[in-house]
């Protein structure tokens, strides 16, 4: 009777730890947290007329972001990094415009902030390791990529509707910046 | 064939040579060694002539992205006379793609081909220019506003406006030997300086995590101002304490009140003027103390820097220099509580657990923790220093009977910046009895049990001896007792084949007949012996039925004498 019960038990605990959590490092989970709360206070955001949204536009978001792609870890923190920074830089301009509350987008650029803060160490080590010749094409698309959105704010004068259609932007960038937190594992 | 290969080659060279001369109006004045320097967004374009007539040529100049079909004509490198010029990046709108140059030169209506320029990407190329610098003193310490290179509507370097860290190295304009370098945001201060001398100081812009330094600015000066009357505060430091945070400084002069601000780390990363942006600390403004708490809600996230003024009858101090807090690395992680216990002789089990502060507390949730454990013996100060994951774990390899004491401070894992938590209370624990005597006990019960039966035996076999020797039985032996206990179970179950005993009779005098007569008598006994046998035992009595019956023929004549 003994050898039965062994087994089951055996087998619980086998079971048990495939249904455990996979374990994420602390950055990651820090980082997680980080792109969800900024994701909420987008949402918080009033979302303007949605007439603003009908014309299709093509900043040529790069191919990366749109398909799920199979990147290691050293290229996806420098991707996470750069996609932070120049959101960062986007909300730094002028949306006097749109009557968003200030306090919103300070809490936003704190997290930010603080989610390349915590990079920064990493993001270093990278760097320092690779003798990185700048060549990384993924970055210089994303520059391209957000360089357009400026262009167009800029053209539209920061207005409303321009930044409607960037906040929605952002927003999917949020997304694609979740999904690269998995690759902070341990 | 090799004599005709060359031969062939020759005739080609040759050939070649004839048809050069034709197209050679076109070819000299093609430009040669064309070169491209890119500082901020200015391209600079240069190259050499290769016609000795340098009268009546001009040169234009194209690009194209990388790809794509469409040469553009750079407008301020249109028929230019001389062999270099210059365009800006903002007429190119991309400067993180790869573009292609081309370049020719024209006398009247002859062009020459073009002269096409590696393709590269702008971005990659360009050199930092040197940053815009503002200055202004104070006592101590000298005020930098920077403006990062490029114009404002640059865009070279318009993605990475935030990303500028700056390089100063300032000296004293009387010793240049005294150099000291610092890295600075936009908006910063240098301190540590002497009132009233003359500092220098050059800047350069970088962008570390690319590894790109730019061009040193020119250099500028300026006269600190003298000593102010009322001193700034010194050596601001921040502690958290469960639910609120400590802020206190140095100020060693007398009646003085003080006011604390904080600004949001992030604006020290924006160019500009951001001094609106700092904000009083609730309950550190007029405060007589070199101290003021505030409480936890404030603020729960983020990095702030804080800084400190005094105030006093002659005036209000410059402010402190600023410092660096950041909340999370402030974050209290409560000590943990162990619990140790000996399951064997050679280990201890320690099950770490949270205090019941920490229960309520969602940081310890927050975060995965890990354990730093120090554990030691006793009487030794030897201490072992173990960092462990998991809440229970054993210690194995330990002594028998021997004494381990047992302490652990929980740490955020991975982030070494938290100071982690203070020490738990030390647990100390005694292990089990030793192995040893217990491996005896084991191995003596074993062999015990095993040697009770070869005992028994060995002991049984002695008695037999003895018994034999000193108490012999009376029994007969045993073959004879076999012997008798066989035969009637013989005839029992075998039915024949007995040895018959043959009875002879020599019939030839009295004494014979006498002997007969005898032997009758003994027969006749016998007989009846027999017959009373053979009446007791029916069937097993044969042979002496037959005997009794060969007696009963022979005699039965002299049974009638």
């Not at chain 2, 020459?112 to 990407?121: D, G, H, I, L, Q």
């Not at chain 2, 920490?358 to 730093?372: A, G, K, W």
Request: one cysteine or more; hydrophobic letters at 35%; a negative charge.
């Amino acid at each position: 009777m003994t050898h039965r019960c062994l087994l089951q038990m055996v087998l619980l605990l086998c079971f048990s730890t495939t249904a455990l959590p996979r374990s994420y490092s602390l950055l990651g989970l820090q980082e997680r947290r980080s792109a969800a709360v900024s994701q909420k206070l987008l949402w918080q955001l009033p979302s303007t007329p949605q007439r603003c949204l009908e014309a299709r536009m093509d900043f040529q978001m790069p191919e990366e972001m749109k398909q799920a792609q199979q990147f290691q870890k050293e290229d996806a923190i420098l991707v996470m990094y750069e996609m932070l920074q120049q959101i960062f830089g986007i909300l730094t301009r002028d949306f006097s415009s749109t009557g968003w509350s200030e306090t919103i987008i300070e809490d936003l650029l704190v997290e930010l902030y603080g989610q390349m803060n915590r990079l920064q160490p990493i993001q270093k080590e990278i760097m320092q390791k690779k003798n990185f010749t700048m060549g990384n094409t993924t970055v210089l698309h994303l520059k391209k990529y957000y360089l357009n959105l400026m262009y167009y704010l800029k053209s539209k004068e920061y207005n409303r509707c321009a930044w409607t259609v960037v906040r929605v932007q952002i927003l999917t960038n949020f997304s694609f910046l979740k999904s690269l937190t998995a690759y902070l594992r341990d | 064939t090799m004599l005709a290969l060359l031969g062939a080659t020759t005739l080609m060279l040759v050939a070649g040579r004839w048809v050069l001369p034709g197209a050679s109006g076109e070819a000299n004045l093609k430009p040669e060694n064309v070169e491209i320097h890119i500082i901020d967004d200015n391209f600079f374009l240069k190259w050499n002539s290769s016609s000795e007539s340098v009268k009546n040529v001009t040169f234009s100049a194209d690009y194209q992205i990388l790809g794509m079909d469409n040469w553009k004509k750079l407008s301020g490198c249109q028929h230019i006379t001389s062999t270099k010029c210059n365009f800006s990046s903002v007429e190119l709108e991309n400067v993180f793609e790869k573009i292609e140059l081309r370049i020719r030169a024209e006398e009247g209506n002859n062009t020459s081909t073009w002269y096409e320029v590696e393709p590269f990407v702008p971005f990659l190329e360009a050199q930092i220019g040197p940053p815009d610098v503002h200055l202004e003193a104070e006592d101590k310490a000298i005020i930098l506003s920077i403006s990062p290179p490029g114009t404002k509507d640059s865009i070279m370097w318009a993605m990475d406006r935030s990303s500028f860290r700056y390089s100063v190295v300032i000296w004293k304009n009387s010793s240049s030997l005294e150099e000291r370098t610092e890295t600075v945001y936009p908006e910063d201060k240098i301190y540590k300086l002497s009132p009233e001398i003359t500092y220098c100081l050059k800047v350069k812009a970088e962008l570390r995590l690319q590894s790109r330094v730019g061009c040193y600015s020119p250099v500028y000066c300026i006269n600190t101002t003298e000593r102010h009357k009322v001193p700034s505060p010194e050596n601001i430091q921040i502690n958290a304490d469960n639910q609120i945070y400590v802020l206190k400084w140095d100020y060693p002069y007398e009646n003085a009140t003080f006011q604390a601000q904080w600004l949001r780390a992030f604006f020290k990363k924006i160019p500009g003027n951001h001094s609106d942006k700092w904000k009083q600390i609730p309950n550190c403004e007029n405060v007589t103390s070199t101290y003021c708490v505030f409480p936890r809600e404030v603020s729960s996230r983020g990095i702030y820097y804080v800084r400190v003024r005094a105030s006093n009858g002659n005036g209000t101090s410059f402010w402190s220099e600023e410092k660096e807090f950041n909340i999370e690395m402030k974050t209290i992680i409560f000590p943990p509580v162990i619990s140790v216990k000996s399951v064997t002789d050679d280990s201890l089990h320690v099950s770490v657990g949270a205090s019941e502060e920490s229960e309520n507390m969602s940081v310890n949730q927050l975060y995965p923790l890990i354990y730093e454990v120090i554990f030691w013996e006793n009487t030794s100060n030897a201490e072992r220093k173990v960092l462990e994951k998991r809440t229970n774990f054993i210690f194995p390899d330990l002594k028998p009977l021997t004494v381990y004491c047992v302490k652990a401070r929980a740490l955020i894992e991975n982030d070494r910046r938290n100071k982690g938590s203070s020490f738990s209370d030390t647990v100390c624990e005694k292990t089990k009895p030793g192995n040893t005597s217990k491996t005896w006990l084991i191995v003596g019960t074993c062999t015990a049990l095993f040697s009770i039966p070869v005992v028994i035996y060995v002991v049984s076999v002695f008695l037999r001896c003895v018994k034999y020797v000193f108490f012999p039985s009376s029994k007969p032996p045993s073959s004879v007792d076999e012997y008798f206990s066989d035969q009637p179970l013989r005839n029992l179950l075998l039915s024949t084949s007995e040895e018959q005993t043959e009875r002879c009779f020599i019939i030839e005098n009295a004494s014979v007949i006498t002997e007969i007569e005898e032997t009758d008598e003994i027969d006749e006994v016998h007989k009846k012996y027999s017959s009373q046998t053979s009446q007791d035992s029916g069937n097993y009595s044969n042979e002496d039925e037959n005997s009794g019956s060969k007696i009963s023929e022979e005699f039965p004549q002299q049974d009638s004498v």
